[in-house]
């Protein structure tokens, strides 16, 4: 009898003799075990057959440049391509036609010769001697050593918080944006409470070079990559997004922020930031959930935070837990394009809001003073405290101050069932911790910026209930009736204890009397 090419096992049996049943069944597990063994044959070598996709040959040829000190004769780039990696290209009958194109179309100092054209944003390699010399070089290594503000090579831990902080603030003034000390220290405090902040407000306000800014300032810029910029999209439904997927021939296919988180474990004295721009685009709970369960998992061990797996063996070949060097920032605009928050999201984040716009402000087009980044150790960010009690440890009239004023507060939102949990007041106690360890912000200003972010954001609706618990808020935080009578609030806000709160709360006050309807978000 002939069997096909492809057959991988087969055993004859005669109809007149078929052996035992247990015979059989022994000779089934080996047909299924050499089957096995043939199918993982054809994986593996049909992996081999594929070959090397365009993003390897880029990453080879940087790696060739930085290997020659930033520039080389494009003998020499496939020479090293040969030494290095000859025998992973031997299934090319041309793979140094394949690096020149590769050359070509991130250059715009290439000719056009090629499908594709050059641009800005692929412009990685440039002629050092003109065109036709075949001399390349890696023009963000040229930058990096040339033209950039070069970050000081020895890391900094010796600078006080505070001292920190102003450097950061001074290096976002010297890029021309305006932002206030306390603005900054209050992100600086948040980052430190939780790796997870989300930056709101109106469209156009400088939210995303805000946070460019501030990482760049401690050293974590996108050509280290320290920072990372992520766009969100509004087709995303769930972690495999950003983490990654297992794709139809099993193998995964790693996500961006793998990528990131990857490269953070392996540097975890130096700070990744990340930032999702525009995150609400899609819904947050849905590809998001993941990451934020994983934070909330963290524990001590051994005197080491340790998270819950982000990723697994069994899914990705390798486990991957929740860094203590990773930061995660996201930015959103509240418009009819995009999703609101649930109140999971809200609990596990600070959520800062950037609506002041000074249009007369034009130091941005002027020489301003240049300020050199820094590069940072991650203590300076990484977190300290996870439970209460790490807290009350150290700073036991924190923790008294911060839970007498949320009793206050809970009092007037539990008439719509709005009152905060542990968690909330956990994270608010850490961030009055850390606040007072750096003396950045006075106590009153520091529970006010926690109460703006971590309470207010959770307030939303149209009925009488809202209405008075915004105004039962006003009293509290200003120590003042609200009187609809008055056409001017300023004073009230400036005597207020807690001042950015009440001109929230009165900003909310007047969307409900003339919109019907109320929130935290501006849209």
Avoid at 14 to 21: A, H, K, M
Avoid at 205 to 222: P, R, Y
């Amino acid at each position: 009898m002939d069997y096909a090419y492809s057959t991988a096992i087969y055993i004859e049996y005669s109809s007149d003799q078929l052996p035992s049943e247990e015979l059989l069944q022994e000779d089934l597990k080996e047909m299924l075990n050499i089957y096995e063994k043939y199918k993982n044959y054809v994986k593996e070598t049909s992996k081999k057959k594929k070959g090397k996709g365009n993003q390897w040959f880029l990453e080879k040829i940087i790696e060739a440049l930085e290997f020659f000190g930033g520039s080389a004769h494009l003998k020499e780039i496939n020479d090293y391509f040969d030494k290095n990696y000859g025998d992973e290209l031997t299934i090319y009958k041309d793979w140094p036609a394949i690096v020149r194109q590769q050359i070509y179309l991130h250059s715009s100092d290439a000719d056009k010769v090629f499908k594709g054209v050059p641009g800005d944003e692929n412009d990685i390699f440039y002629s050092v001697k003109g065109k036709g010399k075949g001399f390349w070089g890696l023009r963000k290594y040229k930058q990096n050593e040339n033209e950039m503000n070069v970050i000081k090579e020895e890391i900094t831990d010796y600078l006080s918080y505070s001292e920190l902080v102003n450097h950061i603030h001074q290096y976002i003034q010297s890029k021309g944006f305006l932002y206030s000390f306390e603005e900054v220290a209050n992100l600086f405090l948040s980052f430190k409470t939780k790796p997870f902040v989300i930056l709101s407000g109106i469209s156009g306000t400088g939210k995303t070079k805000m946070v460019q800014w501030f990482a760049e300032s401690v050293g974590a810029t996108d050509e280290n990559g320290q920072f990372t910029l992520i766009p969100v999209r509004p087709d995303w439904n769930d972690s495999s997004d950003l983490l990654g997927y297992v794709d139809i021939q099993g193998d995964f296919k790693e996500g961006p922020l793998t990528k990131v988180i990857k490269q953070a474990v392996k540097e975890p004295d130096k700070p990744f930031i990340v930032l999702l721009d525009e995150m609400n685009l899609a819904r947050v709970e849905y590809y998001f959930s993941d990451l934020l369960s994983v934070m909330e998992s963290r524990k001590w061990v051994d005197g080491e935070i340790v998270s819950s797996p982000l990723l697994t063996e069994e899914m990705a070949g390798y486990e991957l837990i929740f860094p203590n060097n990773l930061y995660i920032i996201g930015t959103v605009n509240m418009d009819e394009t995009t999703y609101p928050f649930s109140k999971k999201v809200l609990d596990r984040a600070n959520t800062i809001e950037f609506n002041r716009v000074d249009l007369e402000n034009l130091d941005f087009l002027k020489d301003l003073n240049k300020k050199d980044p820094l590069k940072i150790t991650n203590h300076y960010l990484k977190p300290e405290y996870l439970h209460l009690k790490d807290v009350y440890e150290k700073h036991p009239n924190v923790v008294r101050e911060v839970t007498k004023e949320l009793v206050k507060i809970n009092k007037i939102l539990e008439a719509m069932y709005a009152h905060v949990g542990y968690r909330v007041r956990d994270e608010i106690c850490f961030y009055l911790a850390y606040n007072e360890e750096a003396e950045l912000l006075d106590f009153n200003q520091a529970l006010d910026f926690s109460i703006r972010q971590k309470i207010l954001p959770r307030l939303s609706g149209s009925d009488r209930r809202i209405d008075q618990v915004l105004k039962d808020l006003y009293r509290l935080f200003t120590n003042k009736e609200f009187d609809e009578a008055l056409d001017d609030y300023e004073h009230d806000i400036e005597m207020a204890k807690y001042p950015e709160s009440a001109k929230k709360v009165l900003e909310m006050i007047r969307r409900l009397e003339e919109d019907g309807f109320t929130s935290f978000w501006i849209s």
